[in-house]
């Protein structure tokens, strides 16, 4: 008597897999890598007055461009109506940084100072009447396909090596 | 004219099946990534389009006059910002996507795209595709792993 036995290969290879991963960590360099990635990532969105949030779209345009920005351009003269990119003297992006845990195998990316804080947070309330302009995401909120795809292709790529 | 666009199914392009459960919501995910990546490519000086690119310099007269508005010295097509503030991904009734300039800005667009047939002065950066073309490889293989993310 054939003894037949039908097994669901997909079941099978997803529940490998979700085992190699869970316990094969990735190391301090490849999560560093992976963080200055995300970082940049979001900083090239902001540059051009996009949000690195999903479904936040374009920043929107000064609400009195002749008051906000044009009154500063003394100061700071490289700073003009658009594109909407958050940079007056660059400072402020430049405290975006990220954070690793090896013990989790986690990176966090934000603003770990207190004044880059309350800066984020005036761009995501509207400061002064601005539209809300927000960069890290909250709660419900995720960071956007477009950069959580080259996030995951760079981790497909790492978990090929050690799995 | 009072519209440029370009209609496209998500699934025929990235040639992927179209799934049988979420549909609306991969889509509105598609529509949201589309978007972000053709204002991204473009504000960048690069076009999203397979097969186009442009010239990031400018002339310098047209340097000089950007430059009282704009941090930009590349063709970011953002002057004001006007014409990109109107550039959607909508679904439409028969359930694709539509990339679209709708209303004033759209002789504007078709000025950068001329897609119309319409002559222009200006130098052809087409930031929205021709029936005929499609979106660069990466915007396809960024629609594909949005599809392929979400569960049967």
């Given at each position: 008597m054939a003894l037949k036995i039908k097994t669901n290969i997909r079941d099978l290879?997803?529940?490998?897999?979700?085992?190699?991963?869970?316990?094969?960590?990735?190391?301090?360099?490849?999560?560093?890598?992976?963080?200055?990635?995300?970082?940049?990532?979001f900083k090239a969105s902001i540059e051009v007055g996009l949000s690195p949030i999903q479904g936040k779209g374009r920043y929107e345009g000064y609400k009195n461009p002749t008051n906000y920005p044009d009154k500063i351009q003394n100061k700071f003269p490289n700073k003009k109506r658009r594109p909407v990119n958050l940079i007056l003297s660059g400072d402020f992006l430049r405290t975006l940084i990220y954070k690793?845990?090896?013990?989790?195998?986690?990176?966090?990316i934000g603003f770990?100072?207190?004044?880059?804080q309350k800066k984020e947070q005036g761009h995501r309330e509207g400061y002064k009447g601005q539209p809300?302009?927000?960069?890290?995401?909250?709660?419900?909120?995720?960071?956007?396909?477009?950069?959580?795809?080259k996030?995951?292709?760079?981790?497909?790529s790492e978990y090929n090596k050690i799995i | 004219m009072n519209k440029i666009s370009y209609k496209f199914d998500p699934f025929e392009i990235s040639n992927r099946d179209a799934p049988k459960k979420n549909i609306n919501k991969i889509k509105k995910e598609i529509a949201e990534f589309v978007l972000d990546q053709v204002l991204n490519n473009v504000g960048h000086g690069?076009?999203?389009?397979?097969?186009?690119?442009?010239?990031?310099?400018?002339?310098?007269?047209?340097?000089?006059?950007k430059s009282k508005l704009s941090s930009s010295s590349i063709a970011n097509m953002e002057l004001t910002g006007s014409m990109l503030d109107r550039l959607e991904v909508k679904q439409i009734k028969d359930g694709d996507l539509e990339l679209r300039i709708v209303g004033r800005e759209a002789d504007k667009a078709d000025g950068h795209c001329q897609l119309?047939?319409?002559k222009s002065r200006l130098p052809k950066r087409r930031?929205?595709?021709?029936?005929?073309?499609?979106?660069?490889?990466?915007?396809?293989?960024?629609?594909?792993?949005i599809i392929d993310g979400f569960e049967d």
């Open positions: 290879l997803y529940k490998d897999l979700k085992n190699r991963i869970s316990k094969n960590k990735l190391s301090n360099s490849v999560l560093s890598n992976i963080g200055k990635e995300l970082v940049e990532d690793i845990s090896l013990s989790n195998n986690s990176i966090t770990f100072d207190k004044k880059s809300s302009r927000p960069i890290i995401p909250e709660g419900n909120e995720k960071i956007k396909s477009s950069i959580i795809s996030i995951k292709n760079k981790l497909i | 690069k076009s999203p389009v397979k097969g186009e690119a442009w010239k990031k310099s400018l002339s310098p007269n047209y340097k000089k006059v119309s047939g319409r930031f929205i595709p021709s029936q005929n073309q499609t979106f660069k490889n990466e915007i396809i293989s960024g629609i594909k792993d």
